[in-house]
C-alpha cells in the first residue's frame, strides 16, 4: 500500500480513507496518533496490526466534543464536567464508564471503560468532525518505540502499512497525553504529561497517582504500563547535570561511539564530540520533552552508537511526564559515579 501525505488542506480526501475502513494517522498537540473509525471493529483491528501492537492494550478515542463523549458513556460525573471545562481541547484524557456494548472489545481491550480524549490541534478536530465519528488513536509508532513527533517519523515506522498521514509539522508538547481514570472512587493519574498532577487538583481537588513500572505477573490499571516502551536500540543512561563530565569520561572508555542527548549548555562543554553524537534537547524542560523521542529517533538511524547519555530533569510539573518516559527508554538505568552501571 502507498502511504499517502495529506496536507492540512486535503482533510476531505483523508476523511474518505477513515470512512472507507482506512489507517491515517493525524497531528495532536502531544504526538501523531493512528487514527481509525471508533465504530468500525474491522478499521480498529487494523491498528494494531500495523503497529504490532498486543490486543489487551486499549486506545485512546479521540473526539471532536464533549457531546460525543456522552453518547458513549455510563455515566459523566461532576469532576468529568470540570476537567474537560478546565483542559479541553488540550492534553488531558479521561477514562470513564461506557454504556454496555458502546465500543467493540477491539476498542476496550475488553474493559467496561474508555479513554476519551480531545486533541488541541484544529485540522485534526476538523478531520474528526468531516468523519462525524469519534476516532481512535494510539500513537502512531510501531510499538515499543518512541513516539512520533514528526509526520517524517510515523512514515519511518509506517509507511506501506496505512493509507495516509495528515502532515501538520512537528507537534506541540512532544510526550503523550496525561491519562486521568475517573471510573473509580478516587480519581488517579495512570500516565503523567503536559496536564500536571498539581494542574488537575487546582480544578477537582485531590487525586492520586499510580504509574509506578509494573512488575510482569502484576495487573495494570492502564494496560500499556506493563510494556516495554520508547526503546531505542542503543542502552539509554540517565545523567543528572553534575554527572556528565564523569559519564562523558566513562563512556569514552567503552570503544564503541556514544550519543549524548542533552540542553546546549551541557553540550558546550564537549566541543570535542561529533556533531551528529550530540543532539540538542533546547534550553529548558519544554524544549527537552519537545524533542525528547527525535533526539531517541536520531541516534536509532545510527546503529553504531551503542550507549546514549541522556540529561535528567527534576521530577517537578512537566518534569514528571518527561522523567517517566526518559526513565522508559532506559530500562530504569541511571549512571553514577561509581564506574558507569
Ligand atoms: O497524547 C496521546 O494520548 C496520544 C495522542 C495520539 O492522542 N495517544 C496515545 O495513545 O498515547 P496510546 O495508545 O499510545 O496510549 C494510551 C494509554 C495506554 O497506556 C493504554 O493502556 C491506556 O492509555 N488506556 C487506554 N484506554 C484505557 C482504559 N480504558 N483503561 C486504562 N487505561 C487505558
Ligand atoms: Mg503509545
Known sequence: ?????????????????????????????TVYGLG?????????????????????????????????????????PEKAVKLTQAFWPGSLTIIL?????????????????????????????????????????????????PSPTLAKHVLHDLAGKIAG?????????????????????????????AVTKADIEAVIGSITADHHQVKADEVPKAPGMKYKHYAPNAQVYMTADADFPAAI?????????????????????????EPTYRFSLGDSIVTASHHLFDGLRHFDQLPEVKLILAQTFSVQGLGAAYMNRLAKSAGQQHFEKTGGK
Open 249 to 273: 569520561a566513562w563512556a569514552k572508555t567503552q570503544q564503541v561511539p556514544f550519543g549524548v542527548l542533552a540542553t546546549d549548555e551541557i553540550l558546550a562543554g564537549y566541543p570535542e564530540l
Open 1 to 29: 500500500m502507498e502511504t499517502k501525505v495529506f496536507q492540512p488542506d486535503q482533510l476531505t480526501a483523508a476523511a474518505a480513507e477513515l470512512a472507507a475502513g482506512e489507517l491515517v494517522a493525524f497531528p495532536t498537540e
Open 36 to 76: 481509525a473509525d471508533a465504530t468500525n471493529e474491522a478499521a480498529v483491528k487494523k491498528v494494531y496490526q500495523a503497529k504490532g501492537r498486543p490486543s489487551d492494550n486499549p486506545l485512546i478515542v479521540h473526539v471532536a466534543d464533549v457531546a460525543t463523549v456522552k453518547k458513549y458513556v455510563a455515566t459523566f
Open 97 to 145: 464508564p461506557l454504556k454496555p456494548g458502546a465500543f467493540s472489545k477491539t476498542v476496550t481491550g475488553g474493559l467496561n471503560t474508555a479513554a476519551f480524549r480531545n486533541p488541541r490541534n484544529q485540522v485534526t478536530l476538523d478531520l474528526i468532525k468531516k468523519l462525524g465519528r469519534p476516532v481512535v488513536g494510539p500513537s502512531a509508532n510501531t510499538s515499543g518505540k
Open 165 to 193: 498521514v495528515v502532515d501538520d509539522g512537528p507537534t506541540g508538547v512532544g510526550l503523550e497525553s496525561t491519562v486521568i481514570d475517573l471510573s473509580g472512587p478516587t480519581p488517579t493519574i495512570l500516565r503523567p504529561g
